[in-house]
């Protein structure tokens, strides 16, 4: 088992910066990918950013250039730097990990941005 406790979200203006963290415990090993994925009102989740093993990203074309994944090299942390955040950006932000065939979620996060 993975457990995931995502931080940081917030409120800011449009045009901000926020940082969101997640917390890993539990099982760690053999997580494949750790992901970002966002939920807004009414909409699907979709996908925001990926984090392979071999350090491979992977963004949606909606966050490139502006948002980045990364993880601590004890790989219990995973981070989402967000910048230049638009209205549009507003969701409940969930960090994800996939180990072998089980994929752990965490609960989530709130991100509002203000235009």
């Known amino acids: 088992q993975v457990q995931l406790v995502e931080s940081g979200g917030g409120s800011v203006q449009a045009g901000g910066s926020l940082r969101l963290s997640c917390a890993a415990s539990?099982?760690?090993?053999?997580?494949?990918?750790v992901a970002w994925h966002r939920q807004a009102p009414g909409k699907q989740r979709e996908l925001v950013a990926s984090l392979t093993s071999s350090d491979r990203t992977n963004y949606a074309d909606s966050v490139k250039g502006r948002f980045t994944i990364s993880r601590n090299n004890a790989k219990t942390m995973v981070y989402l730097q967000m910048n230049s955040l638009k209205p549009e950006d507003a969701a409940v932000y969930y960090c994800?990990?996939?180990?072998?065939?089980?994929?752990?979620w965490g609960r989530g996060t709130q991100v509002t941005v203000s235009s």
């Open positions: 539990g099982f760690l090993s053999n997580i494949n990918t």
């Open positions: 994800a990990a996939a180990q072998q065939r089980n994929t752990y």
